[in-house]
């Protein structure tokens, strides 16, 4: 029997996807891959600190370093911008990155309004242990905070990004050393932040398929 006030299966197949699209967006969408973090923008700026003076190692560091609208900060004042072939610069051969030397906390990034997508190369850890287990927390404008884990070798860069329909306030980054014996060194580079497109791409494609062959089925 066909009840003419039913809804179609495809427009319930429609709302579950669009649904599940929001859902996943909300929690946010992870990248481990920077090509594919990027083609996810529709626009965005990456940090490299290579217009950035070089900090002096062995002086008290920077509180705070603000560069195209994004502040760093450190709650221990030991950020550093690197200079490559100086005598501490644990990943060498990859230009100027930031740098929170030993300084036993976090590195909390200061986003400008209206940005829904954080990426950056990540580093951590310190001898003699051969990798670090770091955290990325994103803070979201509208309160809702989100942790995401990862581990990587030290001396090396990892890529991590995320991107959000709302709007992120601030990232901390924390590569899991002992503020006890001070054994943090996290470290970023290539700090890419920007918008996703609107509505997601994901949740309009789900949605739009599914109605166009709705009516294409109700037509013929």
Request: net charge negative; aromatic share 12%.
């Given at each position: 029997?066909?009840?003419?006030?039913?809804?179609?299966?495809?427009?319930?197949?429609?709302?579950?996807?669009?649904?599940?699209a929001?859902?996943?967006?909300?929690?946010?969408?992870?990248?481990?891959?920077?090509?594919?973090?990027?083609?996810?923008?529709?626009?965005?700026?990456?940090?490299?600190?290579?217009?950035?003076p070089?900090?002096?190692?062995?002086?008290?560091?920077?509180?705070s370093?603000?560069?195209?609208?994004?502040?760093?900060t450190?709650?221990?004042?030991?950020?550093?911008?690197?200079?490559?072939?100086?005598?501490?610069?644990?990943?060498?051969?990859?230009?100027?990155?930031?740098?929170?030397?030993?300084?036993?906390?976090?590195?909390?990034?200061?986003?400008?309004?209206?940005?829904?997508?954080?990426?950056?190369?990540?580093?951590?850890?310190?001898?003699?242990?051969?990798?670090?287990?770091?955290?990325?927390t994103?803070?979201?404008?509208?309160?809702?905070?989100?942790?995401?884990?990862?581990?990587?070798?030290?001396?090396?860069?990892t890529?991590?990004g995320?991107?959000?329909?709302?709007?992120?306030?601030?990232v901390v980054?924390?590569?899991?050393?002992?503020?006890?014996?001070a054994t943090?060194?996290?470290?970023?580079?290539?700090?890419?932040?920007?918008?996703?497109?609107?509505?997601?791409?994901?949740?309009?494609?789900?949605?739009?398929?599914?109605?166009?062959?709705?009516?294409?089925?109700?037509?013929?």
């Amino acid at each position: 029997m066909i009840m003419k006030n039913a809804i179609p299966r495809n427009l319930w197949i429609a709302s579950l996807l669009a649904a599940g699209a929001e859902a996943a967006f909300c929690q946010g969408v992870v990248y481990t891959l920077r090509p594919a973090f990027e083609a996810a923008l529709s626009s965005s700026t990456t940090i490299t600190f290579e217009d950035l003076p070089s900090t002096r190692i062995g002086g008290l560091g920077e509180s705070s370093i603000t560069t195209s609208g994004v502040t760093f900060t450190s709650p221990s004042a030991l950020l550093f911008v690197t200079k490559p072939g100086g005598l501490y610069y644990p990943i060498p051969g990859t230009g100027k990155y930031l740098w929170q030397f030993d300084g036993g906390y976090p590195v909390n990034s200061l986003l400008p309004d209206g940005v829904t997508a954080f990426g950056a190369d990540f580093s951590g850890g310190i001898e003699p242990k051969p990798s670090y287990n770091a955290t990325v927390t994103v803070n979201l404008a509208s309160g809702q905070t989100y942790a995401y884990n990862f581990t990587g070798p030290r001396g090396a860069w990892t890529f991590f990004g995320v991107t959000f329909e709302q709007a992120i306030a601030s990232v901390v980054y924390d590569d899991g050393g002992s503020r006890v014996s001070a054994t943090h060194e996290e470290m970023l580079d290539n700090v890419t932040f920007g918008v996703i497109p609107e509505p997601s791409a994901l949740g309009l494609l789900a949605l739009g398929g599914l109605l166009l062959d709705f009516r294409l089925r109700r037509n013929s």
